[in-house]
């Protein structure tokens, strides 16, 4: 398995523009997180799903955020409109438990709102 | 509630040294502890886990980590630190009955030559 797939790596985006971070889990994992990791607050649960369903959003920072995971393999992230502050890099995770236990985490998305 | 403290932002060893990287945490009730490891621009490494059973565990790469509950830290260690063994650790913690752990703010391990 490849492991936990997420694209782009890198997205320099202006300020206000839509941004789409997009994630594939590990073929059967049950679980799949979003995180975002900054030198200031270090690192954040923003939302996670079990079984495709959303379990828990109260880490998305403001309604400009937001997460779907239409099916088992793929999960995309939406901010809309982006802003400087939301510059940060995205971690999508995925579990074999309906929990974070022993997860396996993706490369990262680098966002850089300018 | 849950929360876990890395009392140490960094660490500094030299090779061949044992080294030891600090956590304590707190949880309402039974706990869940992680250990993961990050290299630079890449994502965090499950390296260890607590939840029941002896208090020693052993993961990945040579680490373990021993759980004390009576002083509530789980301390991340290894008998000899290699430079490879350099990166950002972070330990986290999970109350039984909650879906979501709670992540230190890291602590940078440096093994120097």
């Known amino acids: 398995d490849a492991g936990v797939i997420q694209s782009p790596r890198h997205e320099v985006t202006e300020m206000g523009q839509e941004v789409t971070l997009r994630c594939k889990p590990i073929?059967?994992?049950?679980?799949l997180f979003w995180y975002r990791q900054t030198m200031m607050r270090g690192l954040e649960l923003l939302i996670y799903?079990?079984?495709?369903?959303?379990?828990?959003d109260s880490g998305m920072p403001e309604d400009r955020f937001s997460a779907k995971m239409p099916n088992a393999s793929f999960s995309t992230l939406k901010i809309q409109p982006s802003e400087p502050r939301d510059s940060a890099v995205y971690f999508c995770?995925?579990?074999?438990?309906?929990?974070?236990?022993?997860?396996?985490f993706g490369q990262g998305t680098r966002l850089t709102v300018v | 509630a849950q929360s876990v403290a890395q009392p140490e932002d960094q660490v500094n060893v030299a090779e061949g040294n044992p080294l030891t990287v600090k956590c304590t945490y707190s949880?309402?009730?039974?706990?869940?502890l992680f250990w993961y490891v990050q290299y630079p621009n890449r994502g965090l490494q499950f390296l260890l886990k607590?939840?029941?059973?002896?208090?020693l565990v052993k993961g990945s790469y040579g680490f373990e980590a021993e759980f004390n509950k009576s002083q509530t830290s789980f301390h991340l260690k290894k008998p000899s630190a290699l430079v490879s063994d350099s990166a950002l650790y972070f330990c986290?913690?999970?109350?039984?009955?909650?879906?979501?752990?709670?992540f230190g703010d890291g602590t940078t391990l440096t093994v120097k030559p």
């Open positions: 995770a995925s579990s074999l438990y309906p929990t974070d236990t022993e997860a396996f």
């Open positions: 073929s059967g994992h049950n679980s």
């Open positions: 799903f079990n079984n495709n369903v959303p379990i828990d």
């Open positions: 949880v309402s009730g039974n706990p869940y």
């Open positions: 607590y939840i029941t059973g002896d208090n």
């Open positions: 986290a913690v999970r109350d039984l009955d909650a879906g979501k752990s709670t």
